[in-house]
């Protein structure tokens, strides 16, 4: 895939990326400072490694929601991630098959 390729993302990278993307309060601009991926970069390397129909719940969550973009937060959000969110390690979750 040309992102993996042009930003030299290993395993752990992208699962990282893939974890912060999924998290409700992590801003893309939070990705980007830290990976150098633009908005439409995650969502093309989302669209990548997760299945069709779990990829188009996940745009559907994200798409408009003011904690994933830093210009639409409230004020009063200072932390990019939910204090009660649980650690995906791995981050294999997204391509589980149940």
């Known amino acids: 895939m040309k ?3 042009k930003y ?3 395993e752990e990278d992208i ?3 893939v974890q912060m993307a999924w998290e409700d309060r992590t801003p893309f601009e939070a990705i980007e ?5 633009k908005e439409s970069e995650v969502i093309e390397l989302m669209k990548y490694e997760m299945r069709l129909n779990n990829w188009k719940k996940w745009r559907a969550r994200v798409q408009g929601r ?6 639409l937060r409230s004020e009063e959000v200072d932390r990019f991630h ?16 149940y």
């Open 66 to 71: 003011k904690t994933k973009h830093e210009k």
């Open 82 to 97: 939910c204090a009660a969110q649980r650690t995906i390690t791995g981050n294999r979750i997204a391509k589980k098959k």
């Open 3 to 5: 992102i993996i390729e």
């Open 33 to 37: 400072f830290q990976f150098g991926l």
């Open 8 to 10: 030299n993302l290993t």
């Open 15 to 17: 699962d990282r990326i």
